[in-house]
């Protein structure tokens, strides 16, 4: 695809859309909205946004309840060529100084409860506009848009223009804004149609924030793509789901909506008659989960990996084995490579540093050029700081983060080698493998483990056990016991919050 070629990610869309009397959306309390709604009222948007004096490339921040009317904001900015930033609900007001003054947007749409408090930091950072959106639909923005054309000419944008800025959770220092292109986007939401058979006939259970990836671009995205429709959930609720899930024929959720709803112990197949396709991300799913789900409901859950950076990069067969414990093979236009330390390429099993290049790929950090540098090999490919290993069919397992592996002595320990050890002991739910300072070794092993209810294990056993399995440089040499683990909105084990907990414990 090049740099050059006209390209707009609303217009890719368009295209695809069926007849726009066709419902789109449905939410659980049963209102419906159309394709001709979203055609018309991100226009509106776009319209009021351009007569507010913004500009191509603007960047538009959102930190607002989901609703259809927050998807029609994010369809209007990249109609009008200006560059989404969505940003998670959960974030406080010194979070948010800290993006707002990075991003430097040129308008922030917040909920209504929190507009009085955001205008103070909106005029000290130096964010001209400051608008309202609320769960309900309502809100200043859309106030003023309902008195708005609802034609609108699309702008005509260049793959390599800016569509969305998103941002990494920034749990190892400064978060970095992460520069996604409509040639980005569209590229990689094509292929996931094409490889997942998504056409007009799908209806996907959305349960997904839409301030992530993984919900707005990959969920929205692969519908808007393919003229289907959506089950709209404000948030995932486990008997909502399943109210909803006869209605669906794909759900896309992290592994903890899975874990969910197999605790449930009505959810069988029956919910499942009309669903093709379950699809796993933004966090590793369990073998258990897997397994359990498929003896539930006769369904393999579909795993793949992606990252902000890149969109998705891999993903087990729609036609084919699925594998659990794997992210399946590269998709279709992506390049991966596993490669060692010195940067040359792995072959056979080992373990090394995942590489990926293609359309899908990010252009850079935004205002981070040294940054975008140092991620970047010489010969173009996103260096993604996790460690991977390739089995002798293909199958691509992600076995850690670089920045979680640990370094005991001089000797590398890879926490999921040692996690999927401990989650087959009886009485485990699931565990977390840290690595915390040293002063002999650098650094020792320290697990945090999860037991299913009325489970007793101690952390002498949970040792015995590794110790006739693995090197003793890999045993934990702590073992702590909690009843969940950290995690954040998209469901993703947070180390560096145990780090910080168990540090001073670990002696």
């Not at 006209?6 to 419902?23: G, I, K």
């Not at 948007?45 to 007569?51: F, G, K, Q, R, T």
């Not at 789900?293 to 793949?304: S, V, Y």
């Amino acid at each position: 695809m090049s740099s050059k070629s006209q390209l707009n990610l609303y217009s890719s869309f368009r295209r695809n859309f069926p007849a726009l009397e066709t419902v789109l959306l449905t939410t659980n309390a049963g209102t419906f909205y159309t394709y001709e709604d979203a055609e018309h009222c991100s226009a509106q948007i776009a319209n009021y946004l351009i007569e507010m004096g913004l500009k191509r490339g603007d960047r538009v921040s959102a930190q607002v309840p989901k609703s259809p009317q927050a998807l029609w904001l994010y369809l209007a900015v990249v109609r009008a060529g200006m560059v989404f930033h969505p940003l998670n609900t959960a974030y406080t007001d010194e979070e948010l100084h800290f993006f707002l003054q990075d991003a430097a947007p040129a308008m922030l749409v917040c909920d209504s409860n929190r507009s009085e408090a955001l205008q103070a930091l909106c005029q000290s950072v130096g964010t001209p506009y400051l608008y309202t959106l609320d769960a309900d639909g309502g809100g200043t923005l859309v106030q003023g848009a309902q008195q708005c054309s609802v034609r609108f000419d699309t702008a005509a944008t260049n793959a390599a223009d800016l569509a969305a800025l998103v941002y990494s959770s920034g749990t190892t220092g400064r978060p970095k804004g992460i520069m996604l292109s409509h040639g980005n986007l569209v590229e990689n939401i094509s292929v996931l149609v094409d490889y997942w058979g998504f056409g007009e006939d799908d209806c996907l259970l959305h349960a997904l924030p839409i301030f992530h990836v993984h919900g707005l671009f990959v969920a929205i995205g692969c519908v808007l793509m393919s003229g289907g429709s959506l089950r709209w959930l404000h948030e995932f609720d486990v008997k909502t789901v399943m109210q909803n899930l006869p209605y669906s024929t794909v759900m896309m959720g992290v592994p903890t909506y899975y874990t969910r709803l197999l605790v449930e112990r009505d959810f069988n197949v029956q919910h499942c008659v009309r669903t093709r396709l379950f699809v796993s991300g933004s966090a590793p799913l369990l073998a258990d989960t897997f397994v359990e789900f498929e003896q539930r409901t006769g369904h393999r859950i579909l795993e793949r990996y992606g990252m902000t950076e890149t969109g998705m990069n891999t993903s087990n067969p729609l036609r084919g084995e699925r594998r659990a414990g794997t992210v399946g093979f590269p998709l279709p236009g992506v390049e991966v490579r596993i490669c060692g330390a010195d940067n040359n390429i792995l072959e056979g099993k080992g373990v090394g540093g995942l590489q990926v290049r293609g359309s899908n790929v990010f252009s850079g950090y935004w205002n981070m050029p040294k940054k975008t540098a140092e991620d970047f090999t010489s010969d173009g490919f996103f260096i993604t700081g996790d460690q991977a290993c390739m089995d002798e069919e293909g199958y691509i397992s992600i076995v850690g983060r670089s920045k979680d592996m640990v370094i005991s002595g001089g000797l590398n320990v890879y926490p999921k080698e040692i996690e999927l050890l401990i989650d087959e002991l009886s009485g485990v739910k699931e565990s977390a493998v840290i690595g915390l300072p040293d002063t002999d070794f650098g650094e020792v092993v320290v697990a945090v483990v999860v037991l299913v209810n009325d489970a007793t294990l101690s952390g002498e056993q949970v040792r015995g056990a590794l110790k006739a399995r693995v090197a003793n440089f890999k045993v934990p040499k702590r073992v702590f016991f909690v009843d969940e683990l950290p995690r954040n909105a998209m469901g993703k084990v947070q180390k560096e919050t145990m780090r910080k907990e168990y540090g001073s414990k670990a002696t």
